[in-house]
């Protein structure tokens, strides 16, 4: 399995923009389906962007549909996520996720959290208004 460490959260206000980072260890990278989820305090760890082993196909959550954009650089074995026109409702726990592809599955079908069994430790962002 991969180990996943993030960075690049922090605070901004309303209409501001964020990238974050998510440094991948210890396997073959390209192999692995990765994604993004968020959680908020007193809410469950819910899906934001996923994406395929090669970047040349991508999910994203309606929420977030337009302002986000996951990409990742498979010789960096790096995974990104640039986030811009923020809001508040933004504010969460940001975390990386990897899950091996196995045959033919595609990742772009993997939105649940229960499917990736890497995770990173997470990376606050946080909006105001």
């Known amino acids: 399995q991969v180990q996943l460490a993030e960075s690049g959260g922090g605070s901004v206000q309303a209409g501001g923009s964020l990238r974050l980072s998510c440094a991948a260890s210890g396997d073959t990278y390209s192999r692995y389906c990765m994604g993004w989820f968020r959680q908020a305090p007193g809410k469950e760890r819910e899906g934001v962007a996923i994406?395929?082993?090669?970047?040349?196909?991508?999910y994203y959550d309606d929420s977030v549909k337009g302002r986000f954009t996951i990409s990742r650089d498979n010789a960096k074995n790096t995974l990104y996520l640039q986030m811009s026109s923020l809001k508040p409702e933004d504010t969460a726990m940001y975390y990386c996720?990897?899950?091996?592809?196995?045959?033919?599955?595609?990742?772009?079908?993997?939105?649940?959290?229960?499917?990736?069994?890497?995770w990173g430790q997470g990376t606050q962002v946080t909006v105001s208004s």
């Open positions: 994406i395929s082993t090669t970047g040349a196909m991508s």
């Open positions: 996720a990897a899950r091996r592809r196995v045959g033919i599955t595609s990742c772009t079908s993997l939105r649940d959290r229960a499917e990736y069994n890497s």
